[in-house]
């Protein structure tokens, strides 16, 4: 539950819902949060520019010319986020993943770390439903989680420079996605040919914090481009 | 009418922008937007355009534009050396803070901007562009905007609809660029040791060359943390001062990234964010903690000060 809501600079709020990185506290946030975007989008309430959940926060950004911090905090604390009704825009969705040697970059230092065989760990990571923790660090890139404990791991020693865009990777409890190419320290285990992000669309995301994933797997042989 | 520009040099960092992309941060894409508001407002407004207009912002070296057709009334914000050459070879100098008139075949040359790195370009009516997600704003890292998300790119041309409907006009600024930045501290304070929080406030920070629209790395007293440096990663702010292991700080600008996880040590005001980000590599800075109370009135003064500026203008 929300525990305390501090200032963060003058033109922003943080929304605290304690230390702890689960999905029962996470869903809380997804809740506020949710309420809040309808309330901005909806124009219901002035001067709201950003709200940004992260794994056990809610980052509120506002516009200062029109609205100041003790507003949007009494605001917050009005509401009852214990009876905001569950969403039901919530989606499901199957991501089609390739775990081919040749996309799974770190296959062999998996089964390694894990003392697993890769093919059990991909009937792992495939039966697993996912939940959006939140997304970002690149627009559409999800924090999915929580990962079977067998298939914890830490993060690759030396981070590569340039993940390839679509890969698919493991650290601690979490699974990510990179819907672009770009530096990273996650242990790669395959690769999906999903768009994950298309700003030209309207809804630029095809992933929103507090949908749900699971992958389906595939192998190149089966499909022409990938 | 119908205008258009052809950019004969495109500048070091020249990018269409707007107030900025809101709404999107949850799903990994940062606002963005013009650097510095006061000035940008200030561009639009000179040539009697509403502040939504998008405009062009250059960094050190601005673009150099060959007009090939039409009539444009345009203005430049900020301390900005800046020719225009006419047709018959006439080279005129240009004066910043103020607008003009650019007849066919004139060639405007945004040579530098001194003592401050951002400057604006505005011209009266509207660039041609497509809005991306309600904005007009160029987030480069991410090839999110209009010009496919580019900069500004040497032989392409700028078509606009440029009105003449207003006269030229001209404002004299003075900017003070106090080095004394404004803060409120962070909330990860419990992660540096008093030493940290006491060289933060009492030594003078360097801004480094590695500063861009994303971020201002700085130089100077080494921050230590007590223990860790990582924090579960949350939702980051425009102005927020974060310290990661090596313990220089990095200031978070319009292109931040949208979530992170190293400690805040302070979030510079909004009043003096405009400022801040004028300052050039080298500079030398000091911070100074203020409460909340005095953020917002300063705040205040900062917004009289604004449309006191416009209001000047009619």
Redesign the interface.
């Known amino acids: 539950m929300l525990k305390k809501i ?7 709020i ?1 929304c605290d819902f304690g230390e702890n ?1 689960d999905l029962v506290t996470n869903s809380h946030v997804i809740k506020l ?1 949710r309420y809040v ?1 309808n309330l ?2 909806e124009k219901k309430f002035k001067g709201l ?11 509120i ?1 506002f516009d ?2 029109k609205i ?2 003790n507003k949007i905090i009494e605001m917050i604390k009005s509401i009852d986020i214990s009876r905001i009704p569950e969403d039901t825009k919530s989606k499901k969705h199957i991501i089609p993943i390739c775990y081919d040697e040749e996309f799974a970059l770190d296959l062999e230092l998996v089964e390694k770390k894990l003392n697993i065989n890769f093919s059990e760990i991909t009937k792992i990571h495939s039966e697993t439903i996912f939940f959006v923790y ?8 999800p ?1 999915m989680g929580d990962m079977d404990k067998k298939l914890h791991l830490s993060r690759i020693a030396t981070p590569r420079l340039r993940v390839p865009k679509g890969s698919i990777g493991l650290a601690e409890k979490f699974c990510n996605a990179y ?2 190419e770009a530096p990273g320290g996650w242990n790669i285990i395959g690769k999906t040919p999903l768009e994950f ?1 298309n ?2 669309k ?1 809804n ?2 095809v992933l ?2 507090g949908d749900t994933v699971k992958f389906e797997s595939f192998k190149k042989s089966e499909i022409k481009k990938l | 009418m119908n205008s258009t520009f052809l950019i004969e040099r495109p500048g070091i960092n020249s990018t269409f922008q707007d107030k900025g992309r ?8 940062v ?1 963005s937007g013009c650097m510095d508001s006061f000035l940008s407002d200030l561009a639009n407004k000179l040539v009697g355009n509403d502040l939504n207009q998008p405009l062009i912002e250059f960094a050190y070296q601005g673009p150099c534009v060959k007009l090939l057709k039409g009539k444009v009334h345009a203005s430049i914000t900020g301390n900005i050396k800046f020719k225009i050459k006419k047709k018959n070879k006439e080279a005129i100098e240009g004066i910043t803070n103020s607008s003009f008139y650019l007849d066919e075949g004139d060639i405007l040359d945004i040579i530098a901007t001194t003592k401050s790195i951002y400057g604006y370009l505005a011209v009266e009516g509207c660039f041609d562009l497509e809005k ?2 309600n904005s007009f704003s160029t987030l480069v890292k ?3 905007g209009p010009n496919e ?1 580019e900069k500004l790119i040497i032989n392409k041309k700028i078509n606009l609809n440029s009105t003449i409907n207003n006269d030229n006009k001209k404002l004299i600024l003075s900017f003070d660029g106090k080095n004394e930045i404004r803060v ?1 501290p962070g ?1 990860q304070l419990n992660y540096f040791s008093d030493k940290s929080l006491k060289d933060f406030y009492s030594k003078k920070y360097k801004i480094s060359n590695n500063t861009d629209r994303m971020g201002a790395r700085l130089e100077g007293a080494k921050l230590a943390h007590i223990d860790s440096f990582n924090i ?9 001062i974060q310290v990661p292991g090596d313990g220089q700080p990095i200031v978070l600008l319009n292109d931040h ?3 992170g996880g190293y400690p ?1 040590i302070a ?4 009043a003096d964010y405009d400022n801040f980000i004028q300052k050039q590599p080298s500079s030398e800075i000091t911070f100074k903690e203020v409460s ?1 109370k005095e ?2 009135i300063a ?1 205040d003064q900062y ?1 009289t000060y604004k449309r006191k500026q416009q209001y000047l203008i009619k």
């Open positions: 501090t200032t963060v600079g003058d033109s922003s943080i990185v949060f975007k901005a989008e520019l950003n709200y940004t959940p992260s794994y056990n926060k809610l980052l950004n200062l010319e100041k911090s939140m997304i970002g660090f690149i627009p559409g890139h924090y819907s672009f992000f700003v030209k309207d630029p995301s929103s914090p | 809101f709404g999107l941060q949850h799903l990994g894409v606002t991306i997600n991410a090839k999110i998300g409120l909330k579960p990663s949350e939702g980051i702010a425009k102005g927020s990234p949208t979530i805040k979030h510079i005001i909004a909340l953020a917002e705040f917004l």
